[in-house]
């Protein structure tokens, strides 16, 4: 693993570590914000937060899908 990846990995919660390890392994399906919280036993807000800051830590990034069809892959 790279030093960048390695600094941005510390800088995650249990939720955030288990989900990117979940999408490293060969995910099934879409990740949406809805699974996210299902899979992590966290309400839908925290959800969002959790992925808006692996958003803004470049670990995952929006498809091209949208609105309520959103969901996430691994940016790396």
Same mark, same amino acid.
């Given at each position: 693993?790279?030093? $960048?990846?390695?600094?941005?990995?510390?800088?995650?919660?249990?939720?955030?570590?288990?989900?990117?390890?979940?999408?490293?392994?060969?995910?099934?399906?879409?990740?949406?914000?809805?699974?996210?919280?299902?899979?992590?036993?966290?309400?839908?807000?925290?959800? $969002?937060?959790?992925?808006?800051?692996?958003?803004?830590?470049?670990? $995952?990034?929006?498809?091209?899908?949208?609105?309520?069809?959103?969901?996430?892959? $691994?940016?790396?």
């Amino acid at each position: 693993m790279n030093v $960048l990846i390695d600094m941005k990995i510390r800088c995650i919660n249990e939720r955030q570590i288990r989900m990117v390890n979940m999408l490293w392994d060969g995910f099934d399906g879409k990740l949406t914000s809805s699974k996210w919280g299902k899979i992590t036993k966290c309400s839908p807000d925290t959800a $969002l937060r959790d992925i808006q800051d692996l958003i803004n830590k470049g670990i $995952l990034r929006k498809t091209e899908e949208g609105g309520r069809s959103t969901n996430y892959e $691994l940016a790396l």
